[in-house]
């Protein structure tokens, strides 16, 4: 089709030929009336987008409609946003990049080797179901008149006419519930050993994930989990060995909704943003050492943290609202958070003592090479014996 999906020109993934692959799927199935969903749930527009079966195969999060976004479709964020930014907005996040710290969060993940955010990156898509201003509509009007009347003239108009946003795609992982669905079961109904232990990893993962992200809303149902009760494995049919073999376990951490990381300061307040995971019995445990083996080697090494910040840099700066200076600040909390878990894991601590630890950022000098440590008050970032954040989310 000659002008199939109008975004297949600014959807280019040569070094991933299976997700460009996905993509076209969900172009295809918008050309052919197959349209995303709107999740209703969501706080900000967020979409399931389908092939052209119906399956769900992403969920897509457009720049425009994000809570700080200009064409957020729930209008009550957005007199939040003109009357009082300071009591509604997360005053360490910068407004309006959400798609990037999707983007950012998968791109940590798969760096670190960890394996729990499912696929993310920037894409466009254009959809009738997305929310557009009247303007927009109305000249998308015109250019299907025009369409009609003078085809050739009309030819440059992609066939909606409506123009594409920019988002984040993120792979749509089946079989997983909400992890709190999880959480209250094995508490009534203890996992068996050998799969308690790869839940731990997979936690320990999750937890590495947001405190070097320094995520702000990683509550209990912004993680989900998929669990398959395996009976005494006698009776194994064709599906479940392949199962064992290709996943060599029943359990799997999928890390959703990293929407609201990647701050430019730390939180003032950690109260308003604790990490949920923390009041978790599963916090309390020390990193095991396969997680030590698979992140210090790579953390410990400055060059592996200079590599990070500068994809970083190439993913964060294609946002017309890039700014050098706050990248940069963002960075220093990245690496300050980094120094921090570095230092943990070879002191063999927990999750909790993790959290519990000075913030600190660290900055690049001016000289270059080596960066400048900068020790904040020494207020720990969280604490235990406190009561539940006030303005966990909003
Ligand atoms: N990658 C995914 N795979 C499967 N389900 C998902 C995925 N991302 C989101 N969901 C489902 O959609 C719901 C809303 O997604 P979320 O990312 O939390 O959006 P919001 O930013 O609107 O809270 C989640 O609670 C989850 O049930
Ligand atoms: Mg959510």
Redesign the pocket.
Known sequence: SGHLGHTIDMNTFLDDPEFAEIIMRAEQAIECGVLPER?S????G?Y?VKDSKGKTI??F?PKSEEPYGHLNPKWTKYFHKICCPCCFGRGCLVPNQGYLSEAGAYLVDDKLGLGVV?KTKVVWLVSETFNYSAIDRAKSRGKKYALEKVPKVAKKFNRIGLPPKVGSF?????G?K?ADYWLRKFETDPLPENTRKEFQSQFERLVILDYVIRNTDRGN??W?VRYEKQDDGLNLSDKDTQWTVTEESTIKI?A??N?LAFPFKHPDEWRAYPFHWAWLSQAQVPFSQETRDLVLPRISDMNFVQDLCEDLYELFKTDKGFDKATFENQMSVMRGQILNLTQALKDGKSPIQLVKMPRVIVERSSTGSQGRIVHLSNTFTQTFHSRKPFFSSW
């Open positions: 999740i749930q969501g706080s900000s967020s399931f992403g969920v999060k499912p993120q792979l749509f992982v089946e997983y909400e149902d912004n989900l999928a959703i909704d929407g």
